[in-house]
């Protein structure tokens, strides 16, 4: 740590987790070693999950939950081995309340289509209203503006204040006694707002609505505790919280699952199957119709191990004090614009800004040449950038792997940007 980073207090030991991913070793464009502030989009993977990745396909490869040979067994106690790591991990009061899905647009996809299923009291219909918001990620608002569209149903949204937080002034408009089910992101990807969850879910549970929250922004970064939370429903996805690819999680209470009906079918969801009818198989697998992702649920698990060794408590500590360390940096770049909170308060890692009028597309690949890897876009959050008038902008995002020397490439890198454009 430099002089210039000594009064960052909370920093993990950056220098030694760094060594478990061997993607952070990368030499691009000139001999550049990359700097990786692309998280929010996915994080890099550990030795420990690529390892146990390689372990389970040269060891252990077989189908789950069928077989009775030993290897066939070895996989299936891995795959459910990796349910009860997720059940710790997010403190769920069963682990038949660990859903395994392909990602957090399918764990969402797979709530909206179980309500627009669903017998009463659950179900939605024309006569009922789904709220969300206007922060949302797309995969927070299509399954349920077709929801919606399928049902007649009227959705609903809270709207954005001019420093990028919720503006919960109408709540009482948005969630009314009509309202089935409100549906919100607990980090934004784009914004970083750290939103009030108590308060929303306060007024749902006056109504009577169910709470899904999207927590794929927030289960890599802090404890991710359900039952603090009171939802009725969380998503969140492996592969942004060092996991792999193809491995979501849908967390539910376990008397919704009983009684919601399923999304998918096929094998492994179902007890009995006739040419008339059939009946399915209680939660979790219920709703895991198909061979599911095997290896991806043991990566998830050994990303959950890693995880849990270092401590979520300490992840969030480092993380705030590196997003504090770039929000203040970052104002200091003349035209430098802060799309959401400009203060490390109840915000996320993630970073979005304006430059100018340098559009983020150019933003992004001059910083690529300095060998910085950072988003450019609307970042599937197309209504945000509408809202405050802006056709994309770039993102930096921040893990328990980034440092403050990090920051310090972004901004130097940012005045190349400049000075590029004149």
């Given at each position: 740590?430099?002089?210039?980073h000594?009064g960052?207090s909370?920093?993990?030991?950056t220098?030694?987790i760094?060594k478990?991913?061997?993607?952070?070793?990368?030499?691009?464009?000139?001999?550049?070693?990359?700097?990786?502030?692309?998280?929010?989009?996915?994080?890099?993977?550990p030795?420990q999950?690529?390892?146990?990745?390689?372990?389970y396909?040269?060891?252990?490869?077989?189908?789950?939950h069928?077989?009775?040979?030993?290897?066939?067994?070895?996989?299936?106690a891995l795959?459910?081995?990796a349910?009860?790591?997720v059940a710790?991990?997010i403190?769920?009061?069963?682990?038949d309340?660990?859903?395994?899905?392909?990602?957090a647009?399918?764990?969402l996809n797979?709530v909206?289509?179980?309500?627009?299923?669903a017998?009463?009291?659950?179900?939605?219909?024309?006569?009922?209203?789904i709220?969300?918001?206007?922060m949302?990620h797309h995969?927070n608002i299509?399954p349920w503006?077709l929801?919606s569209?399928?049902?007649?149903?009227?959705?609903?949204?809270?709207?954005?204040?001019d420093d990028?937080r919720?503006?919960?002034?109408?709540i009482?408009?948005?969630?009314t006694?009509k309202?089935?089910i409100?549906?919100?992101?607990?980090?934004?990807n784009?914004?970083?707002?750290v939103?009030p969850?108590?308060t929303i879910i306060?007024r749902?549970?006056?109504?009577?609505a169910l709470?899904?929250?999207?927590?794929?922004q927030?289960a890599?970064h802090?404890v991710?505790d359900?039952?603090?939370?009171?939802?009725d429903?969380?998503a969140?996805?492996g592969h942004?919280?060092c996991?792999?690819t193809?491995i979501?999680?849908?967390?539910?209470r376990?008397?919704?699952?009983?009684?919601?009906p399923?999304?998918?079918?096929g094998g492994?969801m179902?007890?009995t199957?006739?040419?008339?009818?059939s009946?399915y198989?209680?939660?979790p697998?219920?709703f895991e119709a198909?061979?599911?992702?095997i290896a991806?649920a043991?990566g998830l698990?050994?990303?959950?191990d890693?995880l849990?060794?270092?401590?979520?408590?300490?992840?969030?500590r480092?993380e705030h004090a590196?997003t504090?360390?770039?929000?203040?940096?970052l104002q200091?770049?003349p035209?430098?614009?802060?799309?959401g909170?400009?203060?490390?308060?109840d915000?996320?890692a993630?970073?979005s800004f304006?430059?100018?009028?340098?559009?983020?597309?150019?933003v992004?690949?001059?910083l690529?040449?300095?060998g910085?890897?950072?988003?450019?876009g609307?970042?599937?959050?197309?209504?945000?950038?509408l809202?405050y008038g802006?056709p994309?902008?770039?993102?930096?995002s921040?893990?328990l792997?980034?440092?403050p020397?990090?920051v310090?490439?972004l901004?130097?890198?940012l005045?190349h940007?400049?000075n590029?454009?004149g």
């Amino acid at each position: 740590m430099t002089s210039a980073h000594q009064g960052l207090s909370g920093l993990l030991d950056t220098e030694a987790i760094r060594k478990d991913f061997p993607l952070l070793d990368r030499v691009v464009h000139d001999g550049k070693k990359i700097v990786y502030l692309d998280s929010a989009a996915t994080s890099q993977k550990p030795r420990q999950v690529l390892d146990a990745l390689n372990t389970y396909y040269e060891r252990h490869n077989a189908n789950v939950h069928r077989g009775v040979y030993t290897v066939a067994e070895e996989a299936t106690a891995l795959y459910e081995g990796a349910r009860d790591k997720v059940a710790a991990f997010i403190n769920a009061p069963s682990r038949d309340e660990v859903i395994f899905t392909k990602n957090a647009s399918e764990s969402l996809n797979l709530v909206a289509n179980m309500l627009g299923w669903a017998d009463e009291p659950y179900r939605v219909d024309h006569e009922t209203e789904i709220a969300i918001t206007e922060m949302e990620h797309h995969s927070n608002i299509v399954p349920w503006q077709l929801l919606s569209q399928r049902t007649g149903a009227k959705l609903k949204w809270f709207g954005l204040t001019d420093d990028g937080r919720l503006d919960l002034s109408n709540i009482e408009e948005v969630i009314t006694e009509k309202t089935k089910i409100v549906s919100f992101t607990l980090v934004s990807n784009l914004l970083g707002t750290v939103n009030p969850v108590e308060t929303i879910i306060r007024r749902a549970q006056e109504v009577g609505a169910l709470v899904c929250i999207d927590a794929s922004q927030a289960a890599p970064h802090m404890v991710l505790d359900v039952q603090a939370l009171q939802a009725d429903f969380v998503a969140f996805t492996g592969h942004k919280m060092c996991g792999p690819t193809g491995i979501g999680v849908l967390w539910g209470r376990q008397e919704l699952l009983e009684d919601l009906p399923p999304f998918l079918g096929g094998g492994e969801m179902i007890e009995t199957v006739s040419m008339h009818s059939s009946t399915y198989a209680p939660a979790p697998h219920k709703f895991e119709a198909g061979t599911p992702p095997i290896a991806q649920a043991v990566g998830l698990g050994a990303a959950v191990d890693y995880l849990s060794a270092i401590g979520m408590e300490n992840i969030a500590r480092h993380e705030h004090a590196i997003t504090e360390y770039a929000v203040r940096r970052l104002q200091e770049v003349p035209d430098l614009r802060i799309i959401g909170p400009t203060t490390a308060e109840d915000r996320g890692a993630a970073i979005s800004f304006t430059l100018g009028d340098i559009h983020p597309h150019d933003v992004g690949q001059v910083l690529d040449e300095e060998g910085i890897a950072v988003r450019v876009g609307h970042h599937c959050a197309r209504p945000v950038c509408l809202r405050y008038g802006i056709p994309a902008t770039t993102r930096a995002s921040f893990y328990l792997y980034s440092t403050p020397a990090e920051v310090d490439a972004l901004v130097a890198g940012l005045e190349h940007v400049r000075n590029f454009f004149g």
